[in-house]
């Protein structure tokens, strides 16, 4: 059997390979030409302000509209993402403290005119934030308890180790009337060592479960891993050796966990972390192929974030998750058998586990790579909770842009499709693909179309809305074959629905996600913000403009 070397590019050639990543980033100099000549057809890039003046007009803002910002002395505000159109618009998003506690859905974006003048607000909610008092009367240590028994009872036939559970006191404004509430994470492990965890809102006074979700955002089963073939690698060279570290992209990173897991008091304070230690190889060529060979699962990973960085820039002009140009890194070969990848804030890094053979193989595709960091992008922008129909439209982020860097990457090995994680599941899964975002419906769980009960449903089964409905919105519906796969969209209202292409789908959602969402928007928050989007790329009442609010009827959002 012939051996399937990665190559990479080395040192000599590092120049010509950035020079043809600048010139790819025309597209994106297009798409932002486009926005400028939408918004304004007399912008000037000498009169673009900066991130500090837009930050000094927003301050101002603050103080003038006060009143209907909901904004009054017992609260504070810290600025969370900038945004800077081409024309000079203006969009600073913040965070909101009541009392010196961190208020749930109390994050707005204030909207300023090129000139720095208020336009409007997109605020999570628009309830005064007022409590009587800020003493709760259910103690941190009883709400710590009522969160490690929630975690037990999400885990039921499962010993769990090392569990442990800290309560923040906090303002809930995400569920009905501002509440006082502690937000308590819970975290174990499992009988395997692979971790668990779940965050706990309880009412700080009345001692109910206001709501409950996992911590870790997942793409369970999301990807493939191994089939990309041999792919470039950027890497950093050291003497005689080579490290699979990205100078290029943030020096963005893979590293061997090797089987280990983190332990953590909570999502943001571990004891331990799984290592993270980086591969290296002596002639610049990784992997084989074959999952016997550590080095290939690494291969996956770094390509999967070579390509997802290289999507947003290109596509949407951002320099890396946080928009900085600061990469992150991933861990390869998490825990034992864990079928599982995840994105984790509190270490900037995606994590990957090899699943366990029987219906999962190891989850280090190129999708799973688009969907974790597109974790991460929401969070440092719309903060979207991880509960309710904003968790579907969490989740449903992340299999869209994952979905689009797959079609991006263009890779012979791995045809772009709508289908999720087709790749890497094994016969004991049942089904040939984790989700299917053109029928929602077809993995057995998740939604095709809106309902009142939708929010109710695990994040990852509500997605479907979301997802069904950048289907129809690139697609459209109706038979065809894409990616050499069948795909079939039947519309929840009986309509036909024309599609405007993958490239459209992702700047209205990216513009929607980055400018008009926030922690709180749900279904019909989603559709009000990729409207404005759409409004904003390519004008109200435009063809694309229709088609946006087309797809969302078409899976029952009016």
Known sequence: MSRIRIRTRTRTRTRNIRGSRLAAAGTAATAAALLAAVLSPTADATDRPTRAKALEHAAAALAQHATALGLTSATDTKVRD???????????????????LP?????????????????????ATRQAVALPSVTPKLSGPRAADLAANALRAANLGETLRKLTSRPQLVVDALHGAPKLAWRTDATAQDSLGNPVARTVLTDAVTGEQIDAWDVLETATGDGESLYSGTVPLETTASGSTYALKDPTRGNTYTGDAANKTDLCLLTTICLSRAPSTVFTDTDNHWGTGTTTDRASAAVDAQYGTDVTWDYYENMHGRSGIRGDGVGSYNRVHYGTRYNNAFWDDSCFCMTYGDGDGTQLGPLVSLDVAGHEMSHGVTSA??????????????????????????????????????????KIVRPGLGRDALRYMDQPSKDGNSVDCWSAGTGKLDVHYSSGVGNHFAYLLAEGSGPKAIGGVAHNSPTCDGSSVAGIGQEKLGAIWYRALTVYMTSSTDYAGARRATLRAAADLYGAGGVEHDAVAA????VNVG
């Open 381 to 422: 922008t719309a903060a979207l909770t991880y509960s309710g129909e904003s968790g579907g439209l969490n989740e449903a982020t992340s299999d869209i842009f994952g979905t689009l860097v797959e079609f991006y990457a263009g890779n012979a090995k791995d045809p772009g499709d709508w289908l999720i994680g087709e």
């Open 551 to 554: 797809a969302w009827g078409a």
């Open 82 to 100: 900038v945004i800077v159109d081409p024309d000079g618009t203006q969009h600073v998003r913040y965070d909101r403290t009541y009392r010196h």
């Open 103 to 123: 208020v749930l859905g109390g994050d707005f974006v204030v909207h300023l005119a090129p000139d720095g003048t208020y336009r409007s607000v997109s605020r």
